[in-house]
């Protein structure tokens, strides 16, 4: 119930196309969902992330769209670029009491990861 | 700058040696986490401390050890006991409901 599922495994793009990644969840429980970008050798970056209470976020070419009722979320880059070449991560986690009583973000559950590739 | 600094780059061990990966954040940030990236396998939650002088085992604790001496630090051993430690391990820190900042990684191989 902890997994997250993330699909496919690898996409290769055209210039100028639209790649799609996909994730799933089973814990509703999560209620943040961040995806990651990750260039070889480097840490993964924080890219975008959403929250249950919003179907649909957007910054610049990057999209998150949010599925509450199917447990999905998916990421959607408009005019993909070769730039975009880079391994994305999806991660879901749940809120958990910090001191205070303050929420803060409980640890991260990853996706197994999409190879994007994106052909000039 | 604010950041998560892990060093070295790259770390050698030989049979039955431990070494010690370190993780340094100035970013203020209470929580720590390790990771271990494999090939087609994500990350994998080694440890975590969401406080001084106290953490917790993830996913694949076992061959591991951490320490949370100071907010800034989060060292991880890798034992002897861990027979497959060759991978990339990633140190990440967060804050309240802010998602993670990841360090450079450390590329671990057995020689």
């Known amino acids: 119930q902890q997994q997250v599922k993330q699909s496919p495994q690898s996409l290769i793009v055209q210039k100028g196309g639209i790649s799609i990644i996909n994730c799933a969840y089973e814990n509703t429980a999560f209620d943040y969902f961040p995806w990651y970008q990750q260039f070889p050798g480097k840490g993964p970056a924080l890219l975008i992330a959403?929250?249950?209470?919003?179907s649909e976020k957007k910054e610049g070419r990057f999209t998150i769209s949010f599925n509450k009722s199917a447990k999905q979320f998916s990421l959607h880059i408009m005019d993909s670029q070769p730039g975009d070449s880079a391994t994305y991560f999806c991660?879901?986690?749940?809120?958990?009491?910090?001191?205070?009583?303050?929420?803060?973000?409980?640890?991260?559950?990853f996706g197994q990861g999409t190879t994007l590739q994106v052909k000039p | 700058d604010g950041g998560i600094t892990q060093s070295p780059k790259y770390l050698f061990r030989k049979e039955g040696q431990n070494v010690t990966l370190s993780c340094e954040q100035n970013l203020n940030h209470d929580a720590m986490y390790w990771y271990r990236q494999d090939p087609g396998q994500g990350l994998r939650l080694i440890y975590y401390?969401?406080?001084?002088?106290?953490?917790q085992k993830g996913d694949i604790a076992e061959g591991y050890s951490v320490s949370r001496e100071k907010k800034e630090s989060f060292p991880l051993t890798v034992t002897s006991a861990q027979k497959n430690p060759t991978a990339f391990y990633l140190c990440?820190?967060?804050?309240?409901?802010?998602?993670?900042?990841f360090g450079s990684g450390t590329r671990l191989t057995v020689v």
């Open positions: 990440a820190s967060s804050m309240m409901n802010y998602g993670y900042t």
């Open positions: 991660a879901a986690s749940s809120s958990v009491l910090g001191l205070g009583g303050s929420s803060n973000t409980g640890k991260l559950i």
């Open positions: 401390s969401q406080i001084v002088n106290d953490f």
């Open positions: 959403i929250r249950p209470d919003v």
